[in-house]
């Protein structure tokens, strides 16, 4: 976003400074944030790395196993295709919830101080954070688009169903993430935080149509899936990773459900931001 | 350099604090504080652990809201006009700010693009700080691997890229060697030269404060306890007094709480020490 004006680094008056301007610096810090810490992992990929491992097992091991057992996917999709899908969910699942911990750690550090001192609003701070989040979970997309191909699941490459995947992705871990920030400004401490995450990623994870469809959950069951984000992603991404894959929801309402429940968790997560500070 | 220049018009106070008071509960952790910053000072803020400076200081930085009372700097209110005072400071915290998983132009880079400075400035002013406080040839190494004072002057590059009105220095000094608490000084004294902005800083050496300050306040369990330059808080202790004996004479002896200096800060505190030292 092109901006105006020649002092914007010198103290300047909110008044002199157009709609345009602090929306260009809005823009800015956002991905300033970001930036940073796609900065960091380039300096560190080992994390991304480690991270491959679990949907490997998942994929490989549960995967093939639960491929023999018949009429778990439902109509004509192999149960690898229609667990894949769900891994790759899963997956960005996993590195988002425990994203609220990088929080902690910075508070505890007083990075976070510098951050909430900054005159970037608290919100641009959370997405830029939740957009790193995507960032991540982008890389975690790679692994499992190559190892759903080696396994011979009907993965679709077309372009824009691959864009529709990032941005499923992209979507997925900002919520998550955001979810986890969340958590982050309530717990406080680590050790708090990790008792939390654990019990919090499972019902997640299984309360959702990841490795199984809803068609065979108990209705109470079903209903707390209905109510679940994950659901929704899953269901965009199935719909949009696979040749043959289609949606249960709509790609519409899937996209709808995982911005609003964003846009949300943004707001409030704003506000308990700025109190870390204390 | 044509950025040397003070730019802004700027209000002959710097810090106006106003029965500035905040309570935690029962504590009152600073209790009704009414003070005077002067524009172009370095102005120090002593006193025991626990006495409320630092939450004196999270309170002017706009961390924390006041209880009641009121402060305004360089004119703009901390609590009406909280990103407008944001604009127009810079905070280097006691504890490690810098990420030392980036490196020192990364963690410039961030900065910069928080506080808004316009894409074809960022890179010359960065290098320039960078170069005057000493950090061109490690720009490009991990912050993390940075000494103590090395990183004391990246946080102190960061906190001033855009020229804040009043940079609130939380004890820099902290866990540095002799040698890195003279450079740290330096550099702060050339800023306060080169751009005529006030620095207020809190320190537990007292033979700092005593050379390097305009004025110091004495913050004794959440109150001001006296005001002055050095020379006038020591005449009033005595002819051939320190600033310790100052300290020692005018905190009073029960102060010793056990309210804000309690084991996490300590915890933090020390890791501080231990992560800049």
Known sequence: MAKSGANVGQPVSMVDRSVGQALGDY???TLG???AEVQKLYHDPLELLTRAVQPVLWLMLFGEVMARVR????????YL?????????????FVAIFYGISAIWEHDLGVLQRYLVSPAPRSALVLGKALSAGVRALSQGLIVY?????????ISLNPLSILGVAAAIMLGSALFSTLSLIIACIVKTRERFMGIGQVLTMPIFFASNAIYPLSLMPDWLRAVSHANPLTYEVDAL????LTNGTSDYGLLLDFAVLLAVTAALTAIAARMYGRMGY | MPDDQADAPIPDAAVQAFTLTRKFGDLTAVDRVTLTINQGEIFGLIGPNGAGKSTLIKMLTTLLPPTSGSAKIAGYDI???PAEVRRHIGYVPQLLSADGSLTGYENMLLSARLYGIPRRERTERITEALARMGLSEVASHLAGQYSGGMIRRLEIAQSFLHRPVVLFLDEPTVGLDPGARETVWEHVLDLRDRFQRTMIVTSHHMDEIDKFCDRIALIDRGRIAAVGTPAELKARVGPDATLDDVFLQLVAETSETETEGNYGEIRRERRAASEHG
């Open chain 1, 81 to 93: 295709d229609f667990l894949s899908a769900g891994i790759l969910a899963q997956s960005a699942l």
């Open chain 1, 146 to 154: 190559v190892l759903a191909l080696l396994l011979g699941v009907g």
């Open chain 1, 238 to 241: 199935r719909a949009l990773m």
């Open chain 1, 33 to 35: 944030v970001a930036a």
């Open chain 2, 79 to 81: 609590v009406a006009q």
């Open chain 1, 71 to 78: 009429g778990v996917a439902p109509g004509n999709i192999p």
């Open chain 1, 27 to 29: 823009v800015i810090q």
